[in-house]
C-alpha cells in the first residue's frame, strides 16, 4: 500500500482510505482514461512499425502540418524503446564496473570510447544488418532508429549510476553489513535508492539528448543507403532540405508539446517519488510537487489492484541470493594476486589483436595523408571541446546550483531545460549558415558553439541532480555556522555537487565530440559552410559511403576521447571517490 500523507488529502479521501473502500472513485476514473489513451496510442505506434518497407516510397514524409501527431508518436515510441533498453544496460554493465575491478577495467574504458563514436558511426555500420533483420518491413528500419537513439542515452545514463555506486556513504555501507544484507539486498535496499536522484535527471537529459539526434536517427543516409521514418526528425530533415522555415517552426512548436507531456506524465512523477530517497537527517520543508503523482496516491481501486505486486517486489528484493556483505568484499579483492595479473594480460592481449587488426585494414586502405588529415582535425575538435565544456561550466554550474537548492523552481525549469537540451542543432543550422555566408565570418569559430548547444545541458542536469540531492541538514549546519560566499562554495556546495559535475562534464565533452559530426558541416538547402575538424572529416566520409575513411576518423575520435578521459577526468573520479563522499 502506498502512504498517503494526510494533509495532502480531503477529509472524505482519508476516510475512505481508513475504511479500506475498495470501490472506484473520482481518481481511478482518470487514471483508467489516461491509461487507456496511452494503451491505445501504443498499439497503434506498434502496429505502424511493422508496415511493409515499401510504404516508406509511395507515402513520403509528408510537410503536412496534419501528419505531425501520427510523426509525434512514432518518434516518442522509439525514443522510448530506446529508454528501455538503456536502463537494462545500465543496470547491468554499471552495476557490474561497480562491483568489479576486472570488469571496470574493461567496461569503463569502452564507455569512454562508445560514447565518443558519433551516431553517424553506429550507423554506418549497423543500419544494413538491422534493415537485413526484416528486409520487407519497416521494423528493420525502425531497429536501426532505435539504436541510434540507444547510443546517443545509455552511456550518460551508465556513467551516473556507477558514479552514485561508487561514492554511497560509507556509514550507510556499513549499516547494510551490520543488518548482513547479501549483495542483492544491498543494492536495491541501499545502492540503487541513493543512485535514483541522480539517474532520473539523467534520464531526462538522456531523452533530451536523443532529440538532439533524432534527425540522424530518422533520415539515415549511409552512402547508397537511404530510410526516411515518418517522424518529427525526418519531417525537419524534409523542412531544412526545401528550406521550408514554416515547417521548422512547426516540427519544433510539436517537440516543444511533446517535452511537456511526457515531463508531466513520466519525469516529473518520478522526481517526486524518488524524493523520499534523499540522504539527509532531516526533511526538507520544500519538495518536488506533481499533479499526477498525487492523483496516483489518491485512487481506491487502483491500489488495491497493484498492492499484491508491490507486495511480491518487496519479498523479490529480501531474497538473500547470495552470503551476507560481511563476509564479501570487491570479488577480485578476494581473489589471487596471480588471478588480476592473467586478466589483466588477456585484456592487453586482446586490445593489441584489436589494434593489429585495425592497423592492417587501415593499412591497406589508406595512406598516411589520411591520418594526418585525421589527426590534425582531432586537434582542432579538441580544442573547441575544451574551450566550449570551460564555457559550459562557468555558465551552468551556479545556475545549476541556484536551482537545485530550491525544488519549486526546478519544477518549473524543468520542462524548459529539457526542451532547450533536445533543441536540433539543425534547426539552428538556417540562422546560422545564412549569417556566416552574409558576414564572411570565420566558421571555425562560429560553428563552435553548435556543438555545445545539446551538451552543454549535461552539465546543469547533473549539477541541478547534485544540488537537489544535497542534504537538507548539511545546509542547516552551513547556515549555523555562517558560511557565506566564497567559503560556502568551496567548502560546502562544490564539494557536494561535484560527483555529479564529473558525471555531467565528462558525458557533455564526449557528446560535444559526437555533437561535432552534425556541427561541423552545417547545410541550408545548397548552402554549406564548413569548419575545419574531425566532424567534418567524418561526415564526408559517411556522406560518400568510404568505410576505411570512416573507420579512421571515428578510431582517431575514440583515442582523443579515452587519452583525454584518463588524462582528467578519471583522476577527479577517484578524488571525488577517496575525498569528497557524504560520510
Do not use: C
Not at 541541478?464 to 566564497?486: C, H, K, N, Q, T
Amino acid at each position: 500500500m502506498v502512504f498517503v500523507p494526510r494533509d495532502r488529502l480531503s477529509q472524505r479521501d482519508a476516510a475512505e482510505l481508513t475504511e479500506g473502500r475498495i470501490l472506484p472513485n473520482g481518481y481511478d476514473i482518470a487514471v483508467f482514461a489516461l491509461v487507456l489513451a496511452v494503451g491505445i496510442l501504443l498499439i497503434h505506434g506498434a502496429a505502424a512499425m511493422h508496415a511493409p518497407m515499401a510504404a516508406l516510397d509511395t507515402h513520403p514524409v509528408s510537410l503536412d502540418i496534419r501528419h505531425l501527431p501520427e510523426y509525434g508518436l512514432r518518434t516518442t515510441l522509439r525514443m522510448f524503446a530506446a529508454m528501455a533498453a538503456s536502463l537494462l544496460f545500465t543496470f547491468t554493465f554499471a552495476t557490474w564496473a561497480s562491483k568489479s575491478r576486472r570488469a571496470e577495467r574493461v567496461i569503463v574504458p569502452a564507455l569512454d570510447i562508445l560514447q565518443s563514436v558519433p551516431v553517424l558511426g553506429f550507423l554506418t555500420f549497423t543500419v544494413t544488418f538491422f534493415i537485413g533483420l526484416a528486409p520487407n518491413s519497416q521494423f528493420g528500419a525502425e531497429l536501426a532508429s532505435i539504436f541510434a537513439i540507444f547510443t546517443s542515452q545509455a552511456w550518460n545514463m551508465a556513467f551516473s549510476f556507477y558514479q552514485s555506486l561508487r561514492t554511497v556513504p560509507r556509514d550507510l555501507d556499513e549499516v547494510s553489513r551490520g543488518y548482513g544484507f547479501s549483495s542483492w539486498q544491498r543494492f536495491w535496499r541501499l545502492e540503487a535508492p541513493f543512485a535514483a536522484p541522480g539517474l532520473i535527471w539523467n534520464m531526462m537529459m538522456s531523452m533530451s539528448g536523443g532529440w538532439f539526434f533524432v534527425v540522424a536517427s530518422e533520415a539515415i543516409t549511409v552512402g547508397n543507403t537511404t530510410v526516411t521514418l515518418p517522424g518529427i526528425g525526418s519531417y525537419l530533415s524534409v523542412a531544412i532540405a526545401q528550406k521550408n522555415f514554416a515547417a521548422v517552426g512547426w516540427a519544433v512548436l510539436a517537440m516543444g508539446v511533446l517535452i511537456l507531456l511526457y515531463d508531466q506524465l513520466l519525469f516529473r512523477p518520478i522526481v517526486a517519488w524518488a524524493d523520499k530517497f534523499r540522504v539527509e537527517m532531516t526533511a526538507s520543508n520544500d519538495r518536488p510537487q506533481s499533479w499526477l503523482y498525487d492523483l496516483l496516491r489518491r485512487t481506491q481501486l487502483l491500489k488495491r489492484v497493484i498492492s499484491p505486486l508491490e507486495r511480491a517486489w518487496d519479498r523479490l528484493m529480501l531474497v538473500r541470493l547470495s552470503k551476507p556483505m560481511q563476509t564479501q568484499a570487491r570479488d577480485d579483492d578476494a581473489a589471487s594476486g596471480w588471478g588480476d595479473r592473467v586478466w589483466q594480460v588477456s585484456i592487453w592481449i586482446a586490445g593489441a589483436i584489436g589494434l593489429w587488426i585495425v592497423f592492417e585494414y587501415a593499412r591497406r586502405t589508406l595512406t598516411w595523408s589520411d591520418l594526418a588529415a585525421a589527426l590534425g582535425g582531432g586537434f582542432a575538435t579538441l580544442l573547441r571541446v575544451i574551450v566550449l565544456i570551460a564555457l559550459a561550466s562557468v555558465v551552468w554550474v551556479p545556475i545549476g546550483v541556484w536551482i537545485g537548492l530550491r525544488p519549486r523552481v526546478a519544477q518549473l525549469v524543468q520542462p524548459l531545460a529539457q526542451f532547450f537540451a533536445a533543441f536540433p542543432a539543425n534547426v539552428l543550422f538556417p540562422f546560422a549558415v545564412v549569417a556566416i555566408v552574409s558576414t564572411h565570418a570565420n566558421p571555425d569559430i562560429w560553428l563552435s558553439p553548435l556543438m555545445v548547444l545539446g551538451t552543454q545541458w549535461y552539465i546543469l542536469f547533473n549539477v541541478i541532480a547534485g544540488a537537489s540531492a544535497f542534504p537538507s541538514d548539511l545546509r542547516e549546519v552551513s547556515s549555523v555556522y555562517r558560511l557565506r560566499s566564497w567559503t560556502w562554495w568551496r567548502r560546502v556546495i562544490l564539494p557536494g555537487i561535484f560527483p555529479y559535475y564529473l558525471t555531467g562534464a565528462l558525458t557533455a565533452s564526449g557528446g560535444s565530440w559526437n555533437a561535432s559530426i552534425v556541427a561541423e558541416l552545417a547545410r541550408w538547402g545548397d548552402d554549406k559552410v564548413e569548419a575545419y575538424g574531425l566532424g567534418s572529416y567524418i561526415a564526408h566520409a559517411t556522406e560518400a559511403g568510404d568505410y576505411p575513411r570512416v573507420v579512421l576518423g571515428v578510431g582517431v575520435m575514440a583515442v582523443f576521447v579515452t587519452l583525454f578521459n584518463r588524462a582528467l577526468w578519471r583522476r577527479l573520479y577517484v578524488y571525488a571517490e577517496r575525498r569528497l563522499r557524504l560520510d
